[in-house]
């Protein structure tokens, strides 16, 4: 097992991160114009944010895919942090409305069921699919599941349309 950086070496790593934040910093454009989150063929779709998952399926039907939680996603004793998940199912529903054709939304609830364990470096599949919409309330369910069909985790949740101006 290898053994935790030295002070030094994690101060050299943050003043990097820092350097390339201040590099990258003149080319910062308006939302709706930087590719960050807006590609579709990368991994967490050129997010850095955003879990490096890869969508298999698209389309009205519903949503899927394909990833890894890493070391870096850690929570403890080799499994997933509890918190990326809700990350990893709010991400998706952003995907679904939109697959769906439904019109701009937020989140107004996301409920987790939290079934077995995630564990990290093993692939697994996200999908999901609209339940319902009524008015501007969109229902959905999503599911995560292992390659064996194992569900670890699951969520229903509602996006609300924004009203005409509304951030």
Known sequence: MSTAPTPEATVEAAERVEALIDLLKPFQVPEGLAPAGRVMTLPGRGSLLMLPWTIEKFDAEGVRSRGVFRRYH?????????????????????????????????????HVNYRK????????????????????????????????????ADCNALMLQLLEGQP
């Open 74 to 110: 850690l929570g403890g004793n080799g499994a997933a942090h509890g918190g990326t998940l809700p990350l990893l199912f709010d991400d998706m529903l952003g995907l679904i409305q939109h697959a769906y054709g439904r019109p701009i939304s937020r989140t107004a609830f996301l």
């Open 117 to 152: 364990i995630t564990p990290l470096d093993t692939e697994l599949v996200v999908e999901g699919s609209v339940d319902r919409v009524e008015g501007r309330k969109t229902f959905i369910n999503a599911v995560l599941r292992d390659l064996e069909g194992n569900v670890l």
